[in-house]
């Protein structure tokens, strides 16, 4: 299973970025995808994650009403909408994906598969 993370980049607080996830390997519409970023020094910080059927989605209460996440199953990938964007959503966004099929969870422990990160930038 490979994950390919991409759209990161620097803007100005209260821009918008879209974040995409290209997957491989398997049947991508079998399996929960979520986000997660980590800034310098601190563990993995949950950020959305979303259903195989797009039917469930969670979001941390930091980005929520902000963030969106999103999946197109005939494209293998899956995106998060960042929109009104604060210095303090600086950090490198990872997108995972978990080993079992049908397997939904916002915990980091339940993630077997990691892209490579992209860098998010928010200056003030």
């Known amino acids: 299973v490979q994950l390919q993370a991409s759209g990161g980049g620097l803007v100005q607080a209260g821009g918008s970025l879209r974040l995409s996830c290209a997957a491989s390997?398997?049947?991508?519409?079998?399996?929960?995808m979520a986000w997660f970023r980590r800034v310098s020094g601190k563990d993995h910080e949950f950020v959305a994650a979303?259903?195989?059927?797009?039917?469930?989605?969670s979001y941390a209460d930091s980005v929520k009403g902000r963030f969106t996440i999103s999946r197109d199953n005939g494209k293998n990938t899956a995106y998060l909408q960042m929109n009104s964007l604060k210095p303090e959503d600086t950090a490198v966004y990872y997108c995972?994906?978990?080993?079992?099929?049908?397997?939904?969870?916002?915990?980091?422990?339940?993630?077997?598969?990691w892209g490579q990160g992209t860098q998010v930038t928010v200056s003030s």
């Open positions: 979303i259903s195989r059927s797009d039917g469930l989605t």
């Open positions: 995972a994906a978990p080993l079992r099929a049908r397997h939904y969870t916002i915990s980091t422990n339940g993630y077997d598969y």
């Open positions: 390997g398997r049947t991508f519409s079998d399996y929960t």
